[in-house]
């Protein structure tokens, strides 16, 4: 590799960061105006779940000016929450697939897929 192909790739991936960055910055951690209509948030510490409407969630961001949603017993902060819809377990929203409960696919497959 000569020295204009070394900086080429250090610009590209300069660029790619900051291109990440910026999304990341622009996406807020949850879109309220265009998230589903219940809000489920479960408390990494005890457990306990909570569940919040969309509106009461909205309310709560904007007095709380988006700040996190607190665990009643522990005060510590909760995370946004799934719930099966086959076993109705509620866990830790991350990006899996099925319930790690029951092991069910948490979305509809297409048919199509197989
Ligand atoms: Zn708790
Ligand atoms: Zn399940």
Known sequence: MNS?????VV???VIAVSVVFLVHRMSKPVDVQHGP???LFICPRDGST???SRQ???DFQRDQ???DVLCPTKGTPMV????????????????QMNCPKCRKP???VSAQAF
């Open 4 to 8: 204009s192909m070394v900086k080429f």
């Open 56 to 58: 009461e969630y909205m």
């Open 37 to 39: 209509d219940v809000f």
């Open 50 to 52: 909570m569940t919040w």
């Open 80 to 95: 946004r929450a799934s719930q099966c819809p086959h076993c109705e377990a509620i866990f830790e929203a991350q990006r």
């Open 65 to 67: 000016f988006g700040g």
């Open 11 to 13: 610009l590209g991936a």
């Open 106 to 108: 948490l979305f509809e």
